[in-house]
């Protein structure tokens, strides 16, 4: 248990559906993250929030749209994904966004698109 | 630009042998450098992470890492591993500056033989 909890840890969407992924932490962090994991391939970094405000967005696609209400919380909202957006989706948090801070992850949402 | 590069995608080695995971990392100064485990379904978790000082860093679960400077290299070592070491092992550049973003590798497997 790292502090770190996400949920739905498990997601079937079709290409036309919306939902949403949800990640708390609870261990009085500043920064919060969401990665993409794919196999073979290195983790991706989508986005950062330092103190609620995104601080980096690489790139990714509009049909991922992240949400951030509080330095508790951080949310991925998902419409019309496509089958390559299947992966694990981790999120993770850190006190601030230092190069030297210790990030702690959740146990990720892992996405399935048909 | 910065880059970690892990050159073993799978490592096997038999219950109670030793083992060393390689990191090699390309950066313009000293970063901060970090190895995180990642067992199956779950999030990634830290094992070590060095910043100054003592080149030789020990981290949980009898983990250590050496960071050579003349080799840019970083790599994990264990002297004998147990079955329950078997997970996927990533290591990670902090470059240093705020808002700086941290940057994984690929990953290694390790594969434990009883």
């Known amino acids: 248990e790292t502090g770190v909890t996400q949920t739905p840890r498990h997601l079937v969407m079709g290409m036309t559906n919306k939902k949403s992924l949800k990640c708390e932490q609870h261990l009085g962090h500043n920064a919060m993250y969401w990665y993409k994991q794919s196999a073979k391939k290195p983790l991706e970094l989508m986005f950062v929030y330092n103190f609620k405000e995104q601080t980096e967005n690489n790139s990714v696609p509009s049909r991922f749209s992240p949400e951030c209400p509080n330095s508790s919380h951080l949310f991925l909202h998902l419409h019309t994904l496509q089958p390559e957006d299947s992966a694990l989706y981790l999120c993770a948090s850190s006190q601030e966004q230092r190069g030297e801070e210790t990030q702690y992850f959740g146990p990720g949402t892992r996405l399935l698109v048909l | 630009a910065q880059s970690v590069t892990q050159p073993d995608i799978h490592i096997t080695v038999s219950e109670g042998a030793s083992l060393e995971l390689r990191c090699n990392y390309s950066?313009?100064?000293?970063?901060?450098l970090f190895w995180y485990v990642q067992s199956p379904g779950q999030g990634l978790q830290l094992l070590l992470k060095y910043f100054s000082g003592d080149t030789l860093v020990q981290g949980i679960k009898g983990f250590e890492a050496e960071f050579k400077r003349s080799q840019s290299s970083f790599n994990l070592r264990k002297p004998s591993v147990h079955w329950s070491d078997a997970a996927e092992y990533f290591c990670?550049?902090?470059?240093?500056?705020?808002?700086?973003?941290?940057?994984f590798g690929k990953g290694t497997r390790l594969h434990i033989l009883p």
């Open positions: 990670a550049v902090g470059p240093k500056g705020r808002d700086d973003k941290i940057i």
């Open positions: 950066y313009g100064a000293t970063p901060y």
